[in-house]
């Protein structure tokens, strides 16, 4: 019976077995799958390669189950007879951060990669031992060519033991890789953009430049230059980034030829946006400094001399204005004695005997002047001070850096122009009717604009009566400082235009000079820019229209007429002279009238409260950035 | 009678000026481009919509708009039938990142057929994607994980292996205008059916017109069984720009 008793148990657990094996076992297989503790070991029974074997059980997924990613295999007696077919498996519902980011990522955009085109060491994957970035480089550099990346400059380092240096992902990203149209200017404006904020983070950073023994000044003085400023305004379309002269991934020393800054590669980098320059354009210093004697000898010594021409021109006006402006203050509040008339009012001046001392010809040339030299300070200012806050905002004032380089091209031409009209008209009052007798004494003399011993002791005489010395000297038609602004112009001329023109076409120039002189160019026409500014803004404004007894404008220079009273306190050794010569009659002239003086209002406040508040946002760029 | 005549004249005069002046084939207007978002606005609107992928059927099956139809530029006549009925439906065409060309002819089959409402997908699939769209993939092909041949490289590879194959997938014109000599034509579009003609032991070379769409066709011939299969990097266009620069 006990026998019998046992075969019956015996059928009845014969009978359980093939149940499971008809119906139960492929559920519980499923089922097994699913249990962490199962491991997946059934699936193995079928997917026997050392991979799952081995390799999947110490993977980075070795604590999951074959169901925990392959979902859709819900009937496992269909999914081995083939009819079940597994989907791809989605990543995203565990790496859901990755699996957004991809959607961006060039790899998926433009090729349609799934995550295991990349990973398809998926089942075995682990970290690796040499590293991430090593990892990164070997993944990558499986599709891309490896003779590019993998035995040049950064993974030369990297692959030697430098964590410091930068894997493909460091500067393309990881998942998230963007994808650029080359046809899309945008696109490619917005790669130059990302790259060369990459290259940034690592060249700009201090601490990494110490550790690896380099000079965070490359980024610097990559920021210096033109490249460099219209890059970081934000307009990249036009310029160089670190990409478009480094190749890409061909950072070696420069004497190698597989350099992108080999000579011969540079030129044919240079080439893509210059066209038509002498070899010699290639010297071109994309990473000037000025602060480096040895390096640029020519560049540090006229940085020295134009930083030496701004400090003592400046010390001296700005002291003498100083002064000025006390003695007056003085005159006008405690003495009541000023040495000037009292303050112009427009008003007023209809009602006074005016002489005209501008032709309607130079009131056009000042208006001309002024419109095309805001024009050039409010173009050119935000390029040299890129990174200050308002540089933006006057910059997108204009439509961009591009536009604002065509308004600055032609305010630039306006005022060459005018530049050539004045020396035409001064030729002309030099040689009138080409009549060369007397031109010396027409130079030196009183109409003249060119200095003479007399302005010399009228500087020194001015000095005595700031400190209450002696009188105020007695002026002629022009006096020094009216002479010097008139002067400074010649200087001011060829130094900004000169280089302003060589800017413009550096091509050109490279067939005269070598490119290194660019670097010189930049640096004249960038601090004789400030010098010009800040000069007519403190100075001749302060000179000019600020002063106590001026304040707050001396519009003669718009309406063309001159108050006879104003002539006579302020131009004393002229009104005697037009007196001798009885030629005050004929000059005089009826008050301006009321549209003239509207005009010189407007435009002249205008024009003034533009140029201080230009000189605050200057001040403030130039101090704090 | 002269009266009569001088009427003739000016008729005649008059057929040659409009012959002139609206020259046969001026109505065919190029089609209108269209962005992912409008399409999606329109399918939101519950328009009937028929996305249209011109590339191969490689590239189709392995990325497409969900539920397009896969009809490649050149496949007028075999797969002409596989439009839809209704002609007041929109057809948008689209192709990968490159422009659909304009002589595609199952465009121009379509129009031929009564379909009014064409439109072609700005930017292509590409754009489609970055602006965060789905897509689907019935057949994705796996992606081989070999380093593409460099022009420069070209040379030293095919002397290091003389027995190499070079298969230019573009179309027969683009192969007939310019090809690399001893490259053989085989078109992308037509690949899935031609590939078995390919010989299994040599070293295969797979070249397009910029290289955007070699990597998939090699891909697709590893997956087949082929071995030694690379692609040229660039394509054709880096092929030309290196010969001209000596640069890639």
């Given at each position: 019976?006990?026998?019998r008793g046992?075969?019956?148990?015996?059928?009845?657990?014969?009978?359980?077995?093939?149940?499971?094996?008809?119906?139960?076992?492929?559920?519980?297989i499923v089922?097994?799958?699913?249990?962490p503790s199962?491991?997946?070991?059934?699936?193995?029974?079928?997917h026997?390669?050392?991979?799952?074997k081995?390799?999947?059980?110490s993977s980075?997924?070795?604590?999951n189950?074959?169901?925990?990613?392959?979902?859709?295999?819900?009937d496992?007696?269909r999914?081995m007879?083939?009819?079940n077919?597994?989907s791809?498996?989605?990543?995203?519902?565990?790496h859901?951060?990755?699996?957004?980011?991809?959607?961006?990522?060039?790899?998926?955009?433009?090729?349609?990669?799934?995550?295991q085109d990349c990973h398809?060491?998926?089942?075995?994957i682990r970290k690796s031992?040499d590293g991430?970035?090593?990892?990164?480089v070997?993944?990558?550099?499986?599709?891309?060519?490896?003779?590019?990346?993998t035995?040049l400059?950064?993974s030369?380092a990297?692959l030697k033991?430098?964590?410091?240096?930068?894997?493909c992902?460091?500067?393309h990203?990881?998942?998230?890789t963007p994808?650029y149209?080359?046809s899309?200017?945008r696109?490619?404006?917005?790669?130059r953009?990302?790259?060369t904020r990459r290259?940034?983070?690592c060249h700009?950073?201090?601490?990494?430049a110490?550790?690896?023994?380099?000079s965070?000044k490359t980024?610097?003085?990559?920021?210096?230059?033109?490249h460099?400023?219209?890059?970081?305004?934000g307009?990249p379309?036009?310029?160089?980034?670190?990409?478009?002269?480094?190749l890409?991934?061909?950072?070696?020393?420069?004497?190698?030829?597989?350099s992108?800054m080999h000579?011969?590669n540079?030129k044919t980098?240079?080439?893509?946006?210059h066209?038509?320059?002498?070899?010699?354009?290639?010297a071109?210093?994309?990473?000037p400094?000025?602060?480096?004697p040895?390096?640029?000898p020519?560049?540090?010594?006229?940085?020295?001399f134009?930083?030496?021409?701004?400090g003592?021109t400046f010390?001296?006006f700005?002291?003498h204005?100083?002064?000025?402006?006390?003695?007056t203050?003085?005159?006008?509040?405690c003495e009541?004695k000023?040495?000037f008339?009292?303050?112009?009012?427009?008003?007023e001046c209809?009602?006074?005997?005016q002489?005209?001392?501008?032709?309607?010809?130079d009131?056009?040339?000042?208006?001309?002047l002024?419109?095309?030299f805001?024009?050039?300070v409010?173009t050119g200012?935000?390029?040299?001070?890129?990174?200050s806050?308002w540089?933006k905002?006057?910059?997108n004032?204009?439509g961009g850096?591009?536009?604002?380089?065509?308004?600055h091209?032609?305010?630039?031409l306006?005022l060459?122009?005018?530049?050539?009209?004045?020396?035409?008209?001064?030729?002309?009052f030099?040689?009138?009717k080409?009549?060369f007798?007397?031109?010396?004494?027409?130079?030196f003399?009183?109409?003249?604009?060119?200095?003479?011993?007399?302005?010399?002791k009228?500087?020194?005489?001015m000095?005595?009566?700031?400190?209450?010395k002696?009188?105020?000297?007695?002026?002629?038609?022009?006096?020094?400082?009216?002479?010097?602004?008139f002067l400074?112009?010649?200087?001011?001329?060829?130094?900004i235009g000169g280089?302003?023109?060589?800017?413009w076409?550096?091509e050109?120039?490279?067939?005269l000079?070598p490119?290194?002189m660019?670097n010189?160019?930049?640096?004249?026409?960038?601090?004789e820019?400030?010098?010009?500014?800040?000069?007519i803004?403190?100075?001749?404004?302060f000179?000019?229209?600020l002063?106590?007894n001026?304040?707050?404008l001396?519009?003669?220079?718009?309406?063309?007429r001159?108050r006879?009273?104003?002539?006579?306190?302020?131009?004393?050794?002229?009104?005697?002279?037009?007196?001798?010569?009885g030629?005050?009659?004929e000059?005089k002239?009826?008050?301006p009238?009321f549209?003239p003086?509207?005009?010189?209002?407007?435009?002249?406040l205008?024009?003034l409260?533009l140029?201080?508040?230009?000189t605050?946002l200057?001040?403030w760029?130039?101090?704090?950035? | 009678?002269?009266?009569?005549?001088?009427?003739?004249?000016?008729?005649?005069?008059a057929?040659f000026?409009?012959?002139?002046?609206?020259?046969?084939?001026?109505?065919?207007?190029?089609?209108?481009?269209?962005?992912?978002?409008a399409?999606?606005?329109?399918?939101?609107?519950?328009e009937?919509?028929?996305?249209?992928?011109v590339?191969?059927?490689?590239e189709c099956?392995?990325?497409?708009i969900?539920?397009?139809?896969?009809?490649?530029?050149?496949?007028?006549?075999?797969?002409?039938?596989a439009?839809p009925?209704?002609r007041?439906?929109k057809?948008?065409f689209y192709?990968g990142?490159?422009p659909?060309?304009?002589?595609c002819?199952?465009?121009r089959e379509?129009?031929?057929?009564?379909?009014?409402?064409?439109y072609i997908?700005k930017?292509g699939l590409?754009?489609w994607?970055?602006?965060?769209?789905e897509?689907?993939?019935?057949?994705?092909?796996p992606?081989?994980q070999?380093a593409?041949l460099k022009?420069?490289?070209?040379?030293?590879?095919?002397?290091?292996?003389?027995t190499?194959?070079?298969?230019?997938l573009?179309s027969p014109?683009?192969?007939?205008s310019h090809?690399?000599t001893g490259a053989?034509?085989?078109p992308l579009?037509s690949l899935h059916r031609t590939?078995?003609?390919?010989?299994?032991?040599?070293p295969l070379?797979v070249?397009?017109?910029?290289?955007?769409r070699?990597?998939?066709?090699?891909?697709?011939?590893?997956?087949k069984?082929?071995?030694?299969?690379?692609?040229?990097?660039?394509?054709?266009?880096?092929?030309?720009?290196w010969n001209?620069?000596?640069?890639?």
């Open positions: 019976m006990r026998n046992r075969r019956g148990y015996g059928l009845c657990f014969a009978l359980i077995v093939c149940l499971a094996i008809e119906g139960i076992w492929p559920a519980g089922r097994a799958a699913g249990d199962g491991g997946g070991r059934s699936c193995q029974s079928c026997a390669d050392a991979v799952f081995a390799g999947f059980q980075a997924h070795g604590r189950t074959c169901a925990s990613c392959h979902t859709d295999i819900t496992l007696g999914h007879t083939g009819e077919k597994p791809p498996v989605n990543c995203g519902s565990c859901r951060d990755i699996a957004s980011r991809f959607r961006k990522d060039v790899h998926y955009v433009k090729h349609n990669f799934q995550c398809q060491d998926i089942h075995s031992r991430f970035k090593v990892a990164a070997e993944n990558c550099s499986q599709c891309h060519s490896r003779e590019d990346y035995h400059g950064h030369g990297l033991g430098n964590g410091d240096a930068a894997a992902t460091d500067c990203g990881l998942h998230n994808y149209d080359p899309l200017e696109d490619k404006a917005a790669a953009e990302n790259y290259c940034r983070s700009a950073d201090a601490k990494m110490k550790r690896n023994r380099f965070t980024v610097a003085s990559y920021d210096e230059t033109y460099g400023k219209v890059l970081n305004i307009f379309q036009r310029v160089a980034g670190c990409a478009d002269c480094h890409g991934h061909n950072i070696l020393p420069k004497n190698d030829i597989r992108g000579r011969d540079m980098a240079c080439k893509v946006c066209k038509g320059f002498h070899d010699r354009f290639v071109f210093e994309a990473h400094d000025p602060l480096d040895k390096r640029s020519v560049l540090y010594w006229t940085n020295v134009m930083i030496a021409l701004l003592g010390a001296f700005w002291l204005t100083l002064l000025w402006w006390r003695r203050y003085c005159d006008k509040c009541g000023a040495g008339i009292e303050k112009t009012v427009l008003p209809r009602e006074e005997m002489i005209q001392r501008f032709p309607v010809r009131r056009i040339m000042h208006v001309l002024i419109l095309s805001f024009t050039l409010m200012f935000p390029i040299k001070y890129y990174d806050p540089a905002i006057l910059i004032f204009w850096a591009y536009r604002a380089g065509i308004f091209r032609i305010a630039a306006v060459c122009g005018l530049f050539l009209y004045t020396l035409w008209l001064s030729l002309k030099l040689f009138p080409r009549e007798r007397g031109s010396l004494q027409r130079l003399g009183p109409d003249s604009l060119f200095p003479n011993f007399k302005d010399l009228d500087i020194i005489g000095f005595k009566w700031f400190f209450g002696g009188d105020m000297p007695k002026f002629d038609r022009w006096t020094y400082w009216e002479k010097f602004d400074a112009v010649f200087w001011g001329m060829t130094a280089s302003g023109f060589m800017l076409f550096p050109a120039f490279s067939y000079f490119g290194w660019i010189v160019a930049t640096v004249v026409h960038s601090e820019a400030f010098l010009a500014a800040i000069f803004f403190t100075v001749h404004f000179n000019n229209h002063v106590p001026k304040f707050p001396e519009p003669n220079i718009f309406t063309g001159y006879l009273d104003a002539l006579r306190h302020e131009r004393p050794l002229e009104y005697e002279r037009l007196v001798a010569e030629r005050l009659d000059m002239r009826e008050g009238g549209w003086q509207l005009f010189a209002a407007a435009f002249g205008a024009s409260l140029g201080l508040l230009l605050a200057i001040f760029a130039a101090l704090f950035y | 009678m002269r009266y009569k005549m001088r009427i003739i004249k000016l008729f005649i005069i057929i000026l409009f012959m002139f002046l609206f020259p046969a084939g001026a109505d065919q207007k190029p089609l209108p481009r269209i962005e992912p978002r399409v999606l606005r329109m399918m939101d609107n519950r009937n919509i028929v996305f249209i992928n590339l191969s059927f490689l099956m392995d990325s497409r969900p539920a397009s139809l896969c009809i490649a530029c050149e496949e007028i006549g075999e797969k002409t039938g439009l009925r209704d007041n439906a057809l948008v192709g990142n490159n659909v060309e304009a002589g002819d199952i465009i379509a129009q031929r057929a009564g379909f009014v409402n064409l997908l930017g590409t754009a994607k970055r602006a965060g769209y897509v689907e993939s019935p057949n994705h092909i992606r081989v070999e593409a022009p420069g490289n070209l040379k030293p590879w095919l002397n290091s292996s003389p190499a194959l070079m298969i230019d573009r014109a683009a192969y007939q090809h690399i053989i034509n085989m579009v590939y078995q003609d390919l010989p299994w032991d040599r070379l070249i397009d017109g910029d290289g955007s070699s990597f998939l066709a090699a891909s697709y011939l590893r997956r069984g082929f071995e030694n299969v690379r692609r040229l990097e660039g394509g054709m266009a880096a092929w030309q720009t001209k620069r000596g640069t890639p």
